[in-house]
């Protein structure tokens, strides 16, 4: 059984910073592809970044491109999403996500672990 805590979220303003952090328990997690989704109201969830097991494969949606970046310490058990030049349209709540299939998948469906969520807002 793994478990995921995410932490980091907040309010911030546009063109600001936030790091998002994601803390795992479970001695299976260096095996994990992990990935940070996110759902703002009335919107379906879609992944922004995911990162493969090694840390190698990574995969960001394009709305995210060249702002965040994924990373993870597999020696600590955690997951990073470092997010810059925040927009409104960033404005969600972000989960992180673990997926026994070890790479850096956007699909849902391949990931079985999920945590609370923690709110991210972008102020104009």
């Known amino acids: 059984q793994v478990q995921l805590v995410e932490s980091g979220g907040g309010l911030v303003q546009a063109g600001g910073s936030l790091r998002l952090s994601c803390a795992a328990s479970?001695?299976?997690?260096?095996?994990?592809?992990m990935g940070w989704f996110r759902q703002a109201p009335g919107k379906e969830r879609e992944c922004v970044a995911a990162i493969s097991w090694s840390g190698i494969s990574t995969y960001y949606s394009d709305s995210v491109k060249g702002r965040f970046t994924v990373s993870r310490d597999n020696v600590k058990n955690m997951v990073y999403l470092q997010m810059s030049s925040l927009k409104p349209e960033d404005t969600a709540v972000y989960y992180c996500?673990?997926?026994?299939?070890?790479?850096?998948?956007?699909?849902?469906?391949?990931?079985?672990?999920w945590g609370q969520g923690t709110q991210v807002t972008v102020s104009s």
């Open positions: 479970g001695r299976a997690f260096s095996r994990f592809g």
């Open positions: 996500a673990g997926g026994q299939g070890a790479s850096a998948s956007k699909f849902l469906a391949s990931y079985d672990y």
